[in-house]
């Protein structure tokens, strides 16, 4: 096995993570203790989008059974909601994709060898 340091850095992206819609929500979740859904879903513009509720909720299942978020179900009053906050292996994972993003980064910024004529 190669040594990490050694592998291009888009090798260790999490592909769980690294999905636009479901970064967006680690990322929403890791600044709050605890989201909301209608939150969640206007926070990330996702109506602009053209994602449903439906499509929010599939990816919170992504997440929820790769042990990333809990999900919370209840009642505020009489209206149904649904909470979300972050595991600690979500925020483990959050933080693993950054590094990976910022390694991906430097490495375009040091630029490509010249082209060999």
């Known amino acids: ?3 990490q340091s050694e592998q291009h850095p888009v090798t260790g992206l999490d ?3 690294h999905q636009r819609v479901r970064l967006g929500i680690l990322t929403v979740a890791h600044q709050a ?15 602009a989008l053209g994602l449903t509720a439906g ?13 990333l978020v809990d999900i919370e179900k209840g009642y505020e009053g009489k209206r149904a909601r649904t909470w979300l906050s972050l595991t ?3 925020d483990r994972a959050l933080q693993d994709e950054v590094t990976q993003l910022k390694r991906l980064i430097h ?3 040091q630029g490509r060898p010249a082209p060999e004529s």
């Open 88 to 90: 600690p292996a979500g």
């Open 107 to 109: 490495q375009i910024k």
């Open 33 to 47: 203790r605890r989201v909301e859904f209608s939150f969640l879903r206007t926070a990330l513009g996702l109506t």
């Open 1 to 3: 096995m190669t040594d």
């Open 55 to 67: 499509n929010l909720s599939q990816h919170l299942a992504v997440l929820e059974k790769a042990g």
């Open 15 to 17: 592909d769980v993570v």
